[in-house]
């Protein structure tokens, strides 16, 4: 049964917590008390469920309650729900009666949740002494509120900039109109529908560099200091741990193993990235002849003007063929027979806000019931910024999950909405978790969904920005705002010649980003935190390292991809890899959806993510689709 977040109150939520975790607790004491290894595996996926729930009836709404006061509750609840996750871990009579557990009285599913449950309490620090035990304790507690602390501070930034008219020229009246006013001056936020529009289509240099400065600086004056806090205390676990670095101790239980790994997928890619893109400048300089140099404020402006060069269409013109509920709605119906689905929207009476929508996802062969999803797609004040998907319930074979996607698409609701094709594609992306977290069906919680190895999550959404540029989609995601017209042939097939338009220069971004985070958690962690930006700077554009400080509004580095965000690239080599079998096969191919969905979706972390894409494509993956896909 959904939850009415309707009648949700600061004083509902915590007293659901307290009721939430007292029922935790005599779970707790019942693990401690059985004599049956199955039980106790069993109660302790009752526990992480109750908890999950939990999670999702009150922490989530700090990411997206239009009332801050029960944001400020759902991120207090938040900090609540991580200690005591950490005082169960750190339960000596609770570690001892799980490290009892006779694992030849285990299945294969039981046996690799007995795995992550050791996991969780070696991860405690139950197998050091009391001494290293205590220092440990205090590193995780202070990790946590840190991390809650900085999250807070990028969604309570309330930057703005005022710009005359003149200053936005390029931008269209429909993006003009999108603007509140102050005086004669649009005001620019650091909504993304407001930068997306700046830095696109605004041919004023002076008025990107200023915007692009002020949403890289969001959060500046709290949070570098937190960020460098939460480094030095990882970096101190990860020396309690027996382990040189942060990047060392989290990557072990990861498909890419070890930094060292990560650092080869980076040399293999950078000479031919930097190749290509030293190209691409070339080509975007001729664009404008007033440019001596390319800075990294003009590099979206200049893709865009290049795109429109090349489908011979201004791209703000090409939004018009691209309205949100339209793009939705086909999206939905390009899930639905691919992947042998039926999604019916259902009312949503009971959602934390009027915008959001709530939708059922059905077996479209047996009509079963399989989830539920959210869609929260429209900016609003306090609420996250990005895009994700977040988990609401966690659900196994016994019941039914649901998870809400997040972003900040054009409202239609305060005029029209209009999309990028960049927003396009991030909708499919964010899609591609909706449709792991709601398809991944284990009996252990832990196991189900999005539950896989940090670095392969990333997959599932990163294959479904592939349909996009199929014209077999692209025909149908198409249909003029207005005339209800769909886009000329000729220029869709000029559309999917510009896909890789710009394609290095933004790879490169990816790799840069993923080696601050790598040094950010190696041996560097010391190094003042713009060095460690003009260290990993590998893009041939200019960059204002000491101007602005971006890593104070890097919501993934305390956000759960700290030492992993290169996983965004990792799991995009991956995902190029398992659509290269339905280019083979058919790109519509049923057939190959179900498989898809059986053998990757459906496992969740019941199986090494290597063996899953082993499993879906007859052998190991390799790197050579991603070069295909982006013509390197």
């Known amino acids: 049964m959904l939850f009415d977040y309707k009648e949700i109150s600061t004083d509902s939520m915590s007293k659901d917590y307290e009721k939430s975790i007292e029922l935790c607790d005599q779970i707790i004491n019942e693990v401690k008390k059985s004599s049956s290894d199955k039980e106790k595996l069993s109660k302790m996926d009752s526990i992480e469920q109750l908890i999950d729930t939990l999670n999702g009836r009150t922490a989530f709404m700090a990411q997206v309650h239009p009332e801050e006061k029960i944001r400020k509750e759902g991120s207090k609840i938040e900090a609540q729900i991580e200690n005591y996750y950490l005082q ?18 285990l299945d294969p599913d039981d046996k690799r949740y007995h795995e992550f449950l050791l996991r969780d309490f070696e991860d405690a620090g139950q197998l050091l002494d009391d001494e290293e035990r205590k220092k440990l304790q205090k590193i995780d507690e202070e990790l946590i509120d840190l991390g809650i602390e900085f999250e807070e501070n990028i969604a309570k930034d309330r930057t703005k900039l005022l710009f005359e ?27 993304y529908p407001h930068i997306s529009a700046v830095m696109e289509n605004c041919s004023n240099r002076t008025t990107r560099e200023k915007l692009w400065k002020a949403f890289s600086n969001r959060a500046k004056q709290k949070n570098p200091e937190i960020l460098y806090r939460a480094t030095e205390l990882r970096h101190k676990k990860a020396k309690l741990q027996k382990k040189k670095t942060w990047a060392e101790y989290l990557l072990h ?14 040399k293999t890619l950078l000479p031919i990235l930097k190749e290509k893109a030293e190209k691409e400048i070339d080509i975007l300089m001729a664009l404008d002849d007033t440019l001596d140099t390319i800075s990294v404020w003009d590099i979206r402006y200049l893709i865009a003007k290049e795109r429109s060069r090349v489908i011979n269409i201004d791209t703000s013109k090409l939004k018009e063929y691209f309205e949100l509920h339209h793009v939705k709605r086909v999206m939905l119906e390009i899930c639905e027979e691919v992947f042998g689905l039926k999604f019916n ?20 062969t047996t009509n079963e019931l399989i989830a539920h999803f959210y869609l929260d797609l429209y900016p609003r004040e306090g609420k996250f910024t990005h895009a994700a998907v977040m988990d609401i319930t966690s659900g196994n074979l016994d019941s039914k999950s649901s998870c809400s996607m997040v972003a900040n698409f054009p409202n239609p609701n305060i005029g029209k909405a209009l999309m990028s094709f960049d927003e396009v594609e991030t909708l499919f992306h964010e899609f591609g978790h909706v449709l792991h977290h709601c398809l991944g069906q284990n009996k252990y919680t832990r196991m189900c969904g999005t539950n896989v190895e940090w670095d392969f999550v990333e997959a599932p959404s990163q294959i479904m ?12 995601l198409t249909i ?25 220069l933004h790879t490169l971004r990816q790799v840069g980003l993923g080696l601050e985070d790598q040094f950010l958690h190696g041996e560097n962690y010391k190094d003042p935190h713009h060095i460690i930006v ?53 790109v519509l191919s049923s057939s190959v959806g179900r498989d898809y969905r059986e053998k990757i979706l459906s496992p969740g972390g019941s199986k090494d993510a290597n063996e899953l894409v082993k499993d879906f494509l007859g052998r190991d993956w390799s790197n050579n689709s991603f070069f295909k896909q982006k013509s390197l």
């Not at 169960?88 to 009285?105: G, K, M, P, S, T």
């Not at 999108?178 to 909504?191: H, L, P, R, Y």
Request: glycine letters at 8%.
């Open 88 to 105: 169960l871990a750190l339960d000596r009579e609770l570690f001892e009666a799980i490290n009892n557990i006779d694992e030849n009285n």
């Open 165 to 191: 008219e003149d200053e936005l020229t390029g931008l269209t009246d429909h993006e003009l109109g999108s603007f509140n006013k102050e005086g004669d001056k649009f005001v620019v936020t650091m909504a």
């Open 253 to 266: 239980y990861r498909m890419a193993e070890s930094p060292k790994n990560v650092e080869e997928m980076y």
């Open 345 to 364: 929207q259902k009312d949503n009476a009971n959602a934390w806000h009027d915008d959001v929508e709530l939708w059922e996802v059905k077996d479209s």
């Open 465 to 476: 920005e592939h349909w996009v540029w199929k014209t077999e989609c692209i025909e149908r």
């Open 480 to 504: 003029h705002n207005e005339t209800g017209e769909k886009l000329d042939l000729s220029i869709l097939e000029k559309l999917k010649e510009s896909k890789n338009i710009g394609v290095a």
């Open 534 to 586: 003009e260290k990993a700077h590998v893009s041939p554009i200019f960059y204002p390292f000491k101007e602005v400080n971006h890593l104070a509004s890097f919501g993934h580095m305390l956000g759960g991809y700290d030492a992993g965000y290169y996983g965004y690239l990792w799991a995009e080599v991956i995902g190029d890899d398992l659509f290269s079998r339905f280019e083979e096969e058919g």
